[in-house]
């Protein structure tokens, strides 16, 4: 008996720094990932002060990089490059994820990262309605009510800000009306994307790895031909030739973006989804208080109510929901949103 004691106190040991790690890891890459998106976005490069306006660009990046980490690890890992589902499912999710991160982007011409942080923990709202209708879901009451305060805290967090924050791309209040409209085409493209993961991954025998390699790889035929019908592709990388700060910032977020995943996938494959969950909240709390420190966002009394209501209502939801026995392997976005396969957003 007196032997066993070091055993137990080493196993909790060992999993209070792989504890440490995860977090850590999970904190780290996505905190910097929020605060690169705000500043390539939203602050201007160079002396005569010019902003980057090539969000489908980004997205580009992204997803080559993703891509080619992917390739990596299934030759790496003697595991096959054959599609297992119809190249055009793939291509489904890719334009839906395209859609989304490029609403993503573009909305930061219009809200703060703050404001755009706070609406994405609304996203369960549209992966609740397209659950229903592809998947066939139903969920109890308690989803429903913490679904909507997230969406009450959410929207008292965007239609109350603070008259002093404006965004450099409109005159008015940052709250615009198109702004929040790119929100909302974000959220319901992400819980398209999300939902239909689910379905694609629950239909076919695939390898994780194998599913983000064709879906990236989709995503940057797709990203790249929309750049060349737009003619923004010579015009964002002169941009990045000719501000070198801009071009580092990119491949930083793109690294941060693709490293995140790693630590995604080793939380919730070692503490589960519900502690994952409860990390993806806590991130998302720091990278705004972060982003209204770094880049000077004052948040009215009213959005430090709605605040409040978002934060409060997901970590009750992640203190009250039980655990499921055997969690099925999850992937997330830098945005917080749980999905069996997720690319980088």
Same mark, same amino acid.
């Given at each position: 008996? /007196?032997?066993?004691?070091?055993? $137990?106190?080493?196993?909790? #040991?060992? %999993?209070?720094?792989?504890?440490?790690?995860?977090? !850590?890891?999970?904190?780290?890459?996505?905190? &910097?990932?929020?605060?690169?998106?705000?500043?390539?976005?939203?602050?201007?490069?160079?002396?005569?002060?010019?902003?980057?306006?090539?969000?489908?660009?980004?997205? *580009?990046?992204?997803?080559?990089?993703?891509?080619?980490?992917?390739?990596?690890?299934?030759?790496?890992?003697?595991?096959?490059?054959?599609?297992? /589902?119809?190249?055009?499912?793939?291509?489904?999710?890719?334009?839906?994820?395209?859609?989304? $991160?490029?609403?993503?982007?573009?909305?930061?011409? =219009?809200?703060?990262?703050?404001?755009?942080?706070?609406?994405? +923990?609304?996203?369960?709202?549209?992966?609740?309605?397209?659950?229903?209708?592809?998947?066939? %879901?139903?969920?109890?009451?308690? #989803?429903?009510?913490?679904?909507?305060?997230?969406?009450? @805290? +959410?929207?008292?967090? &965007?239609?109350?800000?603070?008259?002093?924050?404006? !965004?450099? =791309?409109?005159?008015?209040?940052?709250?615009?009306?198109?702004?929040?409209?790119?929100?909302?085409? =974000?959220?319901? *493209?992400?819980?398209?994307?999300?939902?239909?993961?689910?379905?694609?991954?629950? @239909?076919?025998?695939?390898?994780?790895?194998?599913?983000?390699?064709?879906?990236? !790889?989709?995503?940057?035929?797709?990203?790249?031909?929309?750049?060349?019908?737009?003619?923004?592709?010579?015009?964002?990388?002169?941009?990045?030739?000719?501000?070198?700060? +801009?071009?580092?910032? &990119?491949?930083?977020?793109?690294?941060?973006?693709?490293?995140?995943?790693?630590?995604?996938?080793?939380?919730?494959?070692?503490?589960?989804? &519900?502690?994952?969950?409860?990390?993806?909240?806590?991130?998302?709390?720091? !990278?705004?208080?972060?982003?209204?420190?770094?880049?000077?966002?004052?948040?009215?009394?009213?959005?430090?109510?709605?605040?409040?209501?978002?934060? @409060?209502?997901?970590?009750?939801?992640?203190?009250?929901?039980?655990?499921?026995?055997?969690?099925?392997?999850?992937?997330?976005?830098?945005?917080?949103?749980?999905?069996?396969?997720?690319?980088?957003?």
């Amino acid at each position: 008996m /007196a032997g066993a004691l070091p055993t $137990t106190k080493g196993v909790k #040991d060992h %999993k209070i720094w792989k504890g440490i790690f995860a977090v !850590s890891g999970i904190m780290v890459t996505l905190v &910097i990932y929020g605060v690169l998106q705000e500043k390539i976005m939203r602050v201007p490069y160079g002396l005569n002060k010019e902003y980057f306006k090539y969000s489908l660009f980004l997205v *580009f990046c992204n997803r080559i990089t993703t891509s080619a980490v992917s390739a990596v690890f299934l030759l790496a890992s003697k595991k096959a490059l054959v599609p297992v /589902a119809p190249i055009y499912k793939y291509c489904l999710i890719s334009v839906s994820n395209i859609l989304t $991160t490029t609403c993503q982007y573009e909305a930061l011409k =219009y809200v703060s990262f703050p404001v755009q942080t706070l609406a994405k +923990c609304a996203k369960m709202i549209p992966v609740m309605i397209w659950g229903t209708f592809i998947m066939q %879901k139903t969920y109890k009451g308690f #989803d429903y009510l913490v679904a909507f305060l997230v969406t009450l @805290g +959410c929207s008292i967090f &965007i239609l109350f800000p603070a008259g002093t924050d404006v !965004s450099p =791309y409109s005159k008015g209040r940052e709250s615009t009306v198109w702004g929040v409209s790119l929100m909302v085409g =974000y959220l319901g *493209f992400d819980g398209f994307t999300s939902t239909f993961q689910d379905k694609l991954f629950k @239909g076919y025998d695939m390898e994780i790895h194998n599913q983000i390699f064709y879906t990236t !790889s989709c995503s940057c035929i797709l990203s790249l031909t929309g750049l060349l019908l737009q003619g923004h592709l010579l015009s964002a990388i002169d941009f990045v030739y000719r501000h070198s700060d +801009c071009f580092l910032d &990119i491949v930083l977020l793109s690294t941060v973006a693709t490293v995140s995943q790693f630590f995604i996938s080793y939380t919730i494959r070692t503490f589960g989804a &519900i502690a994952f969950a409860a990390v993806m909240t806590t991130r998302q709390l720091v !990278s705004i208080m972060l982003s209204c420190v770094w880049f000077g966002h004052p948040l009215s009394w009213e959005q430090w109510i709605g605040a409040v209501i978002v934060f @409060g209502s997901l970590y009750s939801k992640n203190f009250l929901k039980k655990a499921s026995t055997n969690p099925p392997p999850l992937l997330l976005t830098q945005d917080g949103a749980p999905s069996p396969v997720k690319g980088i957003p």
